[in-house]
């Protein structure tokens, strides 16, 4: 059974930073794309940074390109997530999600979800 666990999540100032995890089981991890996707109260939810580990390839959405970075540890079977800069537009939850081989925006495209993991930025 896959199972993935999202973490890290907490209350910070605008400006600062924080790291999130995502500990993935029950797949081959080096050949899974693993995305970030984040939810604000009353809008959609939208995939902000993928990784495919077999290759290290990475994308972002154009709200958090050179603010976050999305990297891998496939010795520990996680993907972090580093939030810096932060401002009050990224309050959301986020989530941690899974497919096969490539990275898709679509939410609907990714078959494995964490539970998510609430991030607030204060002004």
């Known amino acids: 059974e896959v199972q993935l666990q999202a973490s890290g999540g907490g209350l910070v100032q605008a400006g600062g930073s924080l790291r999130l995890s995502c500990a993935v089981s029950g797949l081959t991890f080096g050949n899974s794309a693993i995305a970030w996707f984040h939810q604000a109260p009353g809008k959609e939810r939208e995939g902000i940074a993928c990784i495919v580990s077999d290759n290290d390839d990475t994308v972002y959405s154009d709200s958090v390109k050179g603010r976050f970075t999305i990297a891998s540890d496939n010795a520990k079977n996680t993907v972090y997530l580093q939030m810096n800069r932060l401002k009050s537009e990224d309050t959301a939850v986020y989530y941690c999600?899974?497919?096969?081989?490539?990275?898709?925006?679509?939410?609907?495209?990714?078959?494995?979800w964490g539970q998510g993991t609430l991030v607030t930025v204060s002004s």
């Open positions: 999600a899974a497919r096969q081989r490539v990275c898709n925006s679509d939410w609907l495209q990714y078959s494995d």
